[in-house]
């Protein structure tokens, strides 16, 4: 039996939510007009999206509408779990009620519910490209630091256990990973190998030692000076190779591939260069531009990458969901293209 996280788990601002601050104003007026005007039918609020997708969001939908609706005990809620895979035009949750009671948060329940699905979506598609191999969400950057416990908590609904903040692994209690970004390098006068020497000297022993080699555009020979210097104690490398460059070693190579960012034939080149030096312990990550396409295209070549570190693509694309009125006192009332669809899913929220 499927569980859900308890309202307490989430937080939720509920004065400046019940003052409509986060509202669409014609739901403020529906509220309004509703109320003034003595007009409470007992109405059935359908909720549902258009693609194949990993739902998520609907145990903070919950929770939004029983804190912050008008008389939540005479509302009733069915719905399906996060985490489970949803098909277009399925039915993922319905409210009965008074839409007096609710009708304002309408535009919260579905602005949760559509960024969370599509985070999670997002994942699982990378995951499945990945087929097993490890995948980062290292997503923090590319959006409001108030998001990362919630874009989290749906990156873990689809797949991912390794985050790059606290924030982003609160639910799972966990610890942002990660180890040397350009920054710091950049501070060592470009030096990479001495970065990492820093970094192995001065950061507890129990981090993995992975070095970032792409500053000076020649991860060949950047991996192979940082082996030579950490030796066993280099647990990887990390190509990040921008998608406007081209690597000093595959420009050698050009005319029979694009040859941009981090290429299958880059990373071949890398696993080549310290296997023949004996660090083939040396793991390899790859960022930078990686989306399911991509990483599908590298296993189906068989690229010789450990990790991938994925950022802006788990934001791409659009799930939005649609809310419907479509039964009014137990009888059909919808817009024209609207229908009751009942989903025998569906569980009673208790």
Not at 75 to 103: C, R, Y
Request: include cysteine; hydrophobic fraction near 40%; aromatic fraction near 8%.
């Amino acid at each position: 039996m499927k569980t859900r996280r308890p309202i307490s788990d989430f937080k939720i601002p509920a004065e400046q939510i019940k003052s409509g601050y986060y509202t669409d104003a014609y739901f403020l007026r529906t509220t309004e007009i509703l109320n003034n005007d003595g007009v409470h039918p007992r109405i059935l609020m359908q909720v549902f999206q258009r693609e194949h997708s990993v739902l998520c969001g609907i145990d903070e939908a919950i929770a939004l509408i029983k804190t912050c609706a008008h008389n939540p005990e005479n509302i009733i809620i069915h719905a399906l779990h996060d985490g489970d895979e949803i098909m277009p035009w399925e039915t993922v949750m319905t409210i009965e009620g008074s839409l007096a009671d609710f009708a304002f948060l309408e535009t919260l329940y579905l602005g949760i519910l559509a960024r969370q699905t599509r985070i999670a979506t997002n994942v699982r598609r990378t995951i499945e490209a990945a087929k097993g191999k490890q995948v980062l969400f290292f997503s923090a950057r590319y959006d409001a630091y108030q998001l990362q416990e919630q874009d989290g908590y749906a990156a873990m609904i689809g797949g991912i256990k390794t985050f790059s903040t606290d924030a982003n692994a609160a639910y799972l209690k966990g610890k942002g990973v990660g180890t040397i970004p350009h920054a710091l390098i950049a501070v060592y006068d470009g030096d990479t190998v001495a970065a990492t020497t820093a970094f192995d000297k001065h950061v507890d022993p129990s981090i993995a030692r992975i070095a970032l080699v792409d500053f000076d555009n020649d991860c060949v020979n950047t991996s192979l000076a940082v082996a030579r210097k950490l030796g066993k104690k280099l647990a990887g490398v990390r190509l990040d190779t921008s998608n406007s460059m081209v690597d000093k070693t595959i420009q050698q190579q050009m005319g029979t591939f694009p040859p941009t960012g981090v290429c299958k034939e880059l990373v071949f080149a890398v696993r080549n260069a310290l296997d023949a030096e004996g660090f083939s312990h040396v793991k390899i990550i790859v960022s930078g531009g990686f989306t399911p396409k991509k990483i599908k295209e590298f296993e189906q070549a068989q690229v010789p990458v450990d990790t991938y570190a994925v950022g802006s693509s788990f934001f791409d694309g659009n799930l939005n969901f649609t809310a419907d009125i479509v039964l009014r006192n137990g009888l059909a009332c919808a817009k024209k293209g609207r229908t009751y669809l009942p989903n025998p899913k569906l569980e009673l929220v208790k």
